[in-house]
C-alpha cells in the first residue's frame, strides 16, 4: 500500500484558495489518488480523483506532477463551510475492493 | 434511494457483552468496508468485503468478525466488547467502476464501559 503524508493541519481565511499537499513517495503504477472530505460526526465524502496531470470538477481541483511522487487539493474561495478534515488516498485501480488507508488527514480550519 | 445505512445510531455495552452493526447499502455496489474511528483520529479499516462471500482482514481486526451476508449487507460483529473498542463505526462501499468513490454510512457511536 502507498502510504501518503499530509500536513496535520492549516488555517486560512475566507475567500482565499487553499492548497493541501499529499505526499505518496511509492505509488504505484496501478494507483489513483482520492482526496475526501469528513465533516464532524459524519462519513467523509468523495470529493476528487485523478491519476496524473489536473483535474478539476465544482468543487476543487487536483493537480499531479508527472512523478506522481505527491498530489494538492485546491480548494478555490474557501468558506466558512469548508472547515473540515481533508484526507488524500492512493488506492489501485485495477481491484475495487483494494484495502484503502486514510491516515489521518489534514484539519483545515477557515477563519471569519 | 438510501446509499448506505447503519443500525444502529448509538450503543452503549457492558464490557464482555456482545452485538452486531449492521449496514446496508441498495446501489448495487460489490466493496464494502467497516472503519473506526477514534476521537480526533483518522479512519483505520477492521474488514473489507470485495464481493459477495469473500471477506478480508484489514489494519485493526483483532476482537471483531464480519458477515457479508449478501451483496446488499455487510454485518461487524463484537463477540466481547472491550473498553478499546470504544469509538465511531462507519460503513462504506465502493462501486466497481471508476472513480471507486467510497460511500460511507453516517456512523455508530459506540461506548463500551
Known amino acids: 500500500l502507498a502510504k501518503t503524508t499530509q500536513p496535520i493541519s492549516m488555517d486560512s481565511y475566507e475567500g482565499q484558495e487553499v492548497n493541501i499537499t499529499c505526499s505518496h513517495n511509492n505509488i504505484a503504477t496501478n494507483d489513483y489518488i482520492t482526496w475526501y472530505q469528513q465533516f464532524p460526526s459524519q462519513g467523509p465524502r468523495f470529493i476528487i480523483q485523478?491519476?496524473?496531470t489536473k483535474v478539476t470538477n465544482e468543487v476543487a481541483s487536483l493537480f499531479i506532477p508527472a512523478d506522481r511522487k505527491s498530489s494538492t487539493l485546491s480548494l478555490p474561495r474557501v468558506s466558512l463551510s469548508d472547515t473540515a478534515v481533508y484526507y488524500c488516498?492512493?488506492?489501485?485501480?485495477?481491484?475495487?475492493?483494494?484495502?484503502?488507508?486514510f491516515g489521518g488527514g489534514t484539519r483545515l480550519m477557515v477563519k471569519p | 434511494n438510501a446509499g448506505v445505512t447503519q443500525t444502529p445510531k448509538f450503543q452503549v455495552l457492558k464490557t464482555g457483552q456482545s452485538m452486531t452493526l449492521q449496514c446496508a447499502q441498495d446501489?448495487?455496489?460489490?466493496?464494502m468496508y467497516w472503519y473506526r474511528q477514534d476521537p480526533g483520529m483518522g479512519l483505520r479499516l477492521i474488514y473489507y468485503s470485495a464481493s459477495e462471500g469473500t471477506t478480508d482482514k484489514g489494519e485493526v481486526p483483532n476482537g471483531y468478525n464480519v458477515s457479508r451476508l449478501n451483496k446488499r449487507e455487510f454485518s461487524l460483529r463484537l463477540e466481547s466488547a472491550a473498553p478499546s473498542q470504544t469509538s465511531v463505526y462507519f460503513c462504506a462501499s465502493t462501486g466497481a467502476f471508476l472513480p471507486y468513490e467510497q460511500y460511507f454510512g453516517p456512523g455508530t457511536r459506540l461506548t463500551v464501559t
Open positions: 485523478g491519476y496524473k
Open positions: 446501489m448495487n455496489h460489490n466493496s
Open positions: 488516498l492512493v488506492g489501485d485501480s485495477d481491484n475495487a475492493g483494494n484495502m484503502l488507508t
